[in-house]
């Protein structure tokens, strides 16, 4: 599978829709910047929004192959950038 940038815009996260693949543009600044970074969110990073919850409730990602819960507060300063997919075969 390969993975091109779309000519979209950035956006929150939380606006990101489901099983989608993004790359990290921007992280809030102070302690949550640096706690996410300690879960291994950076900007450049590619990761993949598995689902939100309803209600403001967490967004679960994964990220280098882990599952991570992020807190819908976190998660609405954290700005993307959705990645489009295409599937191609190799030979």
């Not at 815009?9 to 099983?19: G, K, M, R």
Request: hydrophobic share 40%.
């Amino acid at each position: 599978m390969m993975v091109k940038r779309t000519n979209g815009e950035t956006q929150p996260l939380i606006f990101l829709d489901n099983s989608t693949l993004a790359e990290v543009i921007s992280l809030p600044p102070g302690q949550c910047g640096r706690r996410l970074e300690a879960l291994g969110l950076r900007p450049g990073k590619i990761i993949k929004k598995l689902y939100g919850m309803p209600f403001c409730g967490p967004v679960t990602l994964e990220i280098d192959g882990r599952q991570v819960a992020i807190g819908y507060g976190a998660a609405s300063r954290i700005i993307v950038k959705a990645l489009k997919q295409e599937n191609t075969i190799l030979e």
